[in-house]
Structure formats: C-alpha cells, structure tokens
C-alpha cells in the first residue's frame, strides 16, 4: 500500500512536469481554450481502449496524433482559423466518447484514477514524461520565435513546420499520459492552470517555466496527498489546488502592482 | 553586385494572382522601397521572398546570405515574461554578452533596458530591438515589413534615424515596404510601385510623381513638393 502511494505520488510529479512546461508554451499564443479542448480527442481513443481491452494511453494518443495531424494540415492547407476547428471538432468527439465509453468506466475516462494504475504503467508514464521535458527543453528558443513571428524564424533558418509539429507531438504525449490517472477533461487544465500562475509572479522566461514546474508539482503533492487522505480520486483535487495557487499568484500580483 | 534577383515571381491564390509576373533586383549597399494600397500583395511578396509561401518563378539570393528580418509587429500576448536579453539570445547560440552590447549601441538603447519585459518598453523601442535582433548575425540585407506600422511619429523618426545610420555604417542592403511616401524619398535609393504588378520602378525622384501615384493608388494623391524639398535640407 505504502509503496503503491509513493509510486502514484511521483507519477503524477512526473506527469505534471511534463504538462507545466508544456504549458508556459500553450498559453504565449493564447491557446489555452484550444489546449483545453484539444485533449478531450483522448476520450473515443480512450474508450475504444476501454471496449478492446488494450491500453488507453495509446487509445488516447492515437485518437490526438490523428487530430494534431489534422489541424495542422488544416492550418497549412486551408486558412480555416485553428480556434473554430477545434471548438467544432474535439467537442464532437468529447460527446463520441461519451457516448462509446461503457457507462461504469465513464467517470474513471474523464476524471481519472491513478489507484489503477499499474507499476509497468507508472514507470513508462515517468520516462515518457521525462522524454518529452527533455524535447521541450531543446527545442524551446527555435519554438519561442516560431511563436513571435513565423517570419522571423523563417528568416534565420528556424524550419517552423517542423518546430510546430514537434510542438504538437509533444502535446498529445502530455495529455494522454495523464488521461489515465487525471482524466481526459482535467488533463487540459493541468497544462493551462499551473503556467497561468506562474506568468502572475514571472519575470523573465526562464523563471516563467520554473515557477510553472514548481506549481504544476505543488498541485500534484496536495492533490494526491488529499486525495489519499479523503479516499477519494486525486484528479479533481489536483485541479482545485492548481486553482487555488493560481488565485494567490493573482493576488500577488495585484498587490505588487 | 546582385545580392537578390527576382525574376517572374508569381504568388496564387486559388484562381486569383496575388502578385504577378514581378522581375527586380537588389545590389549590395542599395535601399529598395516597395509602396502601394493596402492588399496590394507587399507582405505576400515578402513572404514569398522568405520562402514561406508557394510561388512560381524564381528568388535568388546570394550564396550564403544572412537575412535580417524585421517584422510589423510581434505576435503574441505582451503580457508575456520575457525579457528584452532573453529575446536577444533568441537569436541564435553564437549570441553573447559583448555583442549584444555593441548592438545595443548601434540601435541606441541603454543596457538597463535589458531586464525589462518586452512588455514594459515603448513599440518604437521594441522595433529597435527587433533591429538589433537581426543585426546580431551581421546581415546582409534587412526586410523590413512597415517597421513602424504601430509607432507614433516620435518614435517612426528614432527607427527611421537607426535604418539610415546602419545602413551606412555596414553598407547593408534594405528592402522596405512603406506606406510613408516622405521615408521612401528620404531613405531609398529606388523605389517599386506594387498593385499586384509592378507598375513602376526606378529613382524616387522619377517615380514619386504623381501620374505614377495615380495609377497606383487610383485616386488624388500626390506627393507634396514642399515636404520633400524641406527634407533634402536636413540632409
């Protein structure tokens, strides 16, 4: 018991990390309502996982590999707008997935249970996040003018689609390692919330992304420890004590100002 | 020496030519305006000379040229924490503290500015440091897409001032889109007239006519004598 608690702990660490960092990025472009709603297009994967009985993260992945394909060919081939796209398309699948999903397994699809999680699941939902941190790292001053100006990267040899779509890549892995344990509805607010924060008390980027990675950790320490000691499931606590350090950012904020 | 040639440059869209059929080059050291009504395809063509949009005909620019690209406007939330030394060394790796400070010296910013958020300073400063940005990799040419589009008079003179005073001090090429006549007149060395086609190319003092502005622009617009002439004095 002890040692399935500690491994829960430092996965949704390790997930949260991942999603945090991703998040100083999503919310640069005023992308957040897209980022939200993009990673409800795990829900049909993850249910197809569910009706199949194979694993949900790949479900899930797939399903958001699909669509991230599709918005960005979208994006280059048509002039749609990316926002309008999403509001149309991924809502759809959100109410797919519901529909699939077997209704007992509902609740644990969009909300999450990181109990279920296996030790196998655990260590490859911590590599992966780890492989992603490590890309977002790499790539982040290439992404940072990609997001200032496509021109401008374009002019000193920054090949922006392909920046983009790594950018993407690195989206759908961070959302379906957590749909598991956090759910496909909370996973969205767990990239947004945490940078938000940390873009009230930042001053320069470096620190935009540390106070996002400390937060989006605090939240995972509170929301699994409460969680345990309430016996209830750790995704919504997770996104209520996210909330709530973002409301205190914003205080300081204000009265810095 | 031709550090650009363009030759026949067509941009499409759908059934319909954006621009069409455009020939011009540009010699090292020289400043090309291109000037013309809004959706004239100015941004397209410099998109297309940038590579980022499909095109027929042909660019070609020098081997191994450094383009300095100076945008209208950065694209994202100015409430964002970036400061303005981070998003110098943006621009690449070979960045460093002692280039940076020479750069800010060429666009006349004072090195305490270099801890404030691109948010916090002016947009005519923010268009010196996207100048700067470019000079970091000691360009060739700059493209410079309306630099002051969003600056106040006070500040369109300051980016105007450092364009000229760099131009000189590295015998870069410019191109320039404008749709301030008195800047064309003042600073280029020729001028492209753009509404889809090239109406007309050559010296300023030729083109800024207003039989060529008529065309261009189809309506009652001249350029005013005395405006020009009060600017040849400061020179």
Redesign the interface.
């Known amino acids: 018991m002890e040692t399935s608690f500690y491994l829960s702990l430092v996965t949704a660490i390790f997930i949260s990390i991942s999603a945090s960092l991703l998040g100083s990025f999503v919310i640069l472009k005023k992308m957040s309502l897209v980022g939200d709603a993009l990673s409800h297009v795990a829900l049909p994967g993850l249910a197809l996982g569910l009706l199949f009985h194979f694993n949900p993260f790949i479900g899930g992945f797939l399903t958001l590999l699909v669509a991230i394909i599709g918005i960005w060919f979208l994006k280059y081939q048509t002039n749609l707008p990316v926002d309008t796209l999403v509001g149309i398309f991924f809502t759809t699948s959100l109410a797919i997935g519901v529909l699939i999903i077997p209704e007992q397994e509902l609740l644990e699809a969009m909300f999450g249970n990181i109990a279920s999680i296996s030790f196998n699941e655990s260590i490859m939902t911590i590599i992966l996040s780890i492989i992603s941190v490590i890309i977002l790292l790499v790539i982040r001053k290439k992404l940072l003018v990609n997001m200032l100006s496509e021109e401008l990267a374009q002019s000193i040899n920054i090949k922006s689609r392909q920046i983009e779509f790594i950018y993407l890549l690195i989206f759908a892995l961070s959302v379906a390692l957590g749909i598991k344990s956090i759910g496909a509805l909370l996973m969205g607010s767990l990239i947004i919330i945490p940078a938000a924060s940390a873009k009230n008390i930042a001053k320069s980027f470096n620190g935009f992304m540390a106070w996002s990675v400390v937060f989006g950790i605090i939240s995972a320490i509170l929301g699994i420890y409460s969680a345990n000691a309430l016996s209830i499931t750790p995704g919504p606590i997770f996104i209520i004590s996210a909330t709530i350090i973002f409301v205190i950012s914003f205080l300081f904020k204000k009265i810095r100002s | 020496m031709n550090i650009l040639k363009v030759e026949n440059l067509t941009v499409s869209l759908g059934k319909n030519n954006i621009v069409e059929n455009i020939d011009f080059e540009v010699k090292k050291g020289e400043v090309l305006a291109i000037i013309g009504p809004n959706g004239a395809g100015k941004t397209t063509l410099?998109?297309a000379l940038?590579?980022?949009i499909p095109y027929s005909g042909s660019v070609k620019w020098q081997k191994n040229i450094q383009?300095?690209?100076v945008?209208q406007r950065?694209?994202?939330?100015m409430?964002?924490?970036?400061?303005v030394e981070?998003f110098l060394?943006?621009?690449?790796s070979n960045v460093t503290k002692i280039k940076i400070k020479k750069v800010l010296e060429y666009i006349q910013l004072d090195e305490k500015i270099l801890k404030s958020?691109l948010g916090e300073i002016s947009v005519g400063q923010r268009q010196r440091l996207?100048i700067g940005?470019?000079l970091l990799?000691n360009p060739d040419i700059l493209?410079f897409?309306e630099p002051t589009a969003d600056v106040d008079i006070h500040g369109q003179e300051s980016v105007y001032k450092t364009i000229s005073h760099l131009r000189k001090k590295f015998n870069l090429a410019v191109i320039l889109i404008s749709h301030d006549l008195n800047i064309v007149y003042q600073y280029a060395d020729k001028v492209m007239c753009l509404n889809h086609r090239s109406l007309c190319i050559g010296k300023p003092s030729e083109i800024l006519q207003t039989g060529h502005l008529q065309e261009l622009y189809g309506g009652e617009r001249g350029f005013y004598d005395h405006d020009y002439s009060h600017h040849n004095h400061q020179h």
Do not use: K
């Open positions: 410099f998109r940038l590579n980022l383009l300095g690209y945008p950065i694209e994202i939330d409430d964002i924490p970036l400061t981070e060394n943006l621009r690449g958020r996207l940005w470019s990799e493209l897409d």
